[in-house]
């Protein structure tokens, strides 16, 4: 009696799996032994390269041959290069020290200093942060394969992940790394110093710096002193200050920077400073304002108009007809006129304030009015990427959510008139 002893599965793509059963005719047949174990031995690469290679026929291997040519050329096309060099030590070190010595100098500087002045010295520290982000990369393992020759067996094989190998790269030092943190302290200092003026380009590198360091707690602070610090009056000595009004247009902190802040404190997960981002950005009145010139003054110029365009043109088409007084013709055209822009512009407002397209997780509450919506809904934006990031990536778990964090972050959704998951806009619950 033979048996058929049961062979190991090669941990090979179901294509080839499927190519090979149909054209497999062979059978390995041995004596059955007493001194074979019952628990099949392990088998090495060479063996299972062998054993695929003998398995395929010609034309199988052929066409598994050219199915997998596209794959081999892709694996060495996304193999890396030459892998980057990371800085030395002493060169970010250096490059840590000169960073200090310029707040230093920034902060011992007798007067006002210039924009010019505060923008070079935040230049300096960013040139030796983004030498610590290149040391920082280093952390993570890179694995990189090797494909030995063109056949199936071979890239099948070398796709297998204990043959990937975990390139470790050099880690900064602790040093280093105390070094970074006294120097996100120092441009906080910068920031907070009273002689410094934060100008929207100050801003907006301060908020660059901090994120690419991954520092957000301070952000808010900042965020909040861009409309409240008190400004330096130039020509006095000692330097006098004069308190600036927060709700001015000017004072609004530009979408852009908002949007930096709040996604450089979603990626370093603090819950806390990326509420206090929403709150000094999305949700005060110099915003408000802001978005309302921006947006719109025109359309509401345009509407008050209305009126003194309809009236002309009502005139005007009282001359090219005869069928009744002049006046009454002018006066029957504007209300048609106006009617019509009126109907029709109702209709466009509805529509732009009550479209829900755009959001995911957070909606708003019912009673809350179009006018409030449309103003308030860069502010519902930025809570939604908040849950969405705080939250269950899949939406079939949408709901499940638990925790202190979020349970702090649906409190804070519904003081704001705005609902976290509503059951009936959820999937499946139509």
């Known amino acids: 009696m033979s048996r058929r002893i049961s062979r190991p599965r090669v941990n090979i793509c179901q294509l080839c799996d499927i190519l090979i059963a149909p054209h ?74 000169d960073a200090k010595h310029a707040c230093e100098e920034l902060l011992q500087f007798d007067g006002i ?43 099948l094989l070398s796709l297998d992940e204990t043959n990937l190998k975990e390139v470790q790269r050099q880690k900064p030092s602790k040093s280093i790394r105390r070094s970074v943190d006294d120097l996100s302290r ?26 690419h360091l991954g520092r957000p707690e301070t952000l808010p602070e900042a ?14 000595s000692p330097v006098r200050y004069s308190n600036q009004n927060p709700n001015k247009v000017a004072n ?41 010139i921006r947006k719109a003054l025109i359309p509401s110029t345009a509407a008050l108009l209305a009126p003194v365009a309809a009236y002309s043109v009502a005139s005007k088409l009282a001359e090219y007809q005869t069928t009744m007084d002049g006046e009454m013709a002018t006066n029957v055209a504007f209300v048609g006129i106006l009617a019509y822009m009126g109907f029709t512009g109702s209709i466009g407002v509805v529509a732009l304030t009550t ?36 939250g269950f990536r899949e939406s079939w778990r949408r709901g499940e959510e638990e925790g202190v964090e979020w349970d702090t972050l649906r409190e804070w959704i519904g003081r704001k008139g705005m609902l976290l998951d509503r059951v009936e806009l959820m999937e499946g619950m139509e």
């Not at 200093?113 to 393992?141: D, H, N, Y």
């Not at 809350?368 to 860069?378: H, K, S, T």
């Open 24 to 97: 497999s005719t062979s059978r390995l047949h041995v004596r059955a032994s007493k001194t074979i174990s019952s628990t099949p031995k392990a088998i090495s690469a060479s063996t299972l390269h062998t054993l695929a290679r003998r398995r395929i026929p010609a034309q199988a291997r052929q066409i598994a041959d050219r199915r997998l040519a596209t794959l081999a050329s892709e694996t060495q096309h996304d193999s890396p290069g030459p892998l980057y060099k990371t800085p030395s030590t002493a060169n970010l070190e250096n490059g840590l020290k």
């Open 113 to 155: 200093p210039s924009e010019q002045k505060i923008l070079e010295t935040i230049a300096v520290c960013e040139r030796a942060i983004m030498g610590q982000q290149t040391l920082s990369l280093a952390e993570e393992p890179v694995n990189t394969g090797t494909v030995k020759d063109g056949t199936a067996a071979s890239i």
């Open 186 to 211: 120092l441009l906080h200092s910068v920031i907070t110093h009273p002689p410094v003026y934060i100008t929207p380009k100050v801003l907006e590198a301060y908020v660059n710096i901090q994120a």
């Open 223 to 236: 965020l909040a002193l861009y409309a409240n610090k008190p400004v330096p009056v130039e020509g006095t």
């Open 252 to 292: 609004a902190v530009p979408i852009a920077v908002a949007d930096r802040a709040l996604q450089a404190a979603i990626h370093a997960r603090n819950l806390g400073a990326a509420i206090d981002i929403v709150e000094n950005t999305y949700t005060t009145t110099a915003f408000y304002r802001s978005k309302f």
């Open 355 to 390: 479209a829900n397209d755009q959001m995911d997780r957070v909606t708003w509450a019912p009673g809350i009015p179009l006018r409030e919506r449309w103003m308030r809904e860069d502010e519902r934006a930025a809570i939604d990427q908040i849950a969405g990031s705080w």
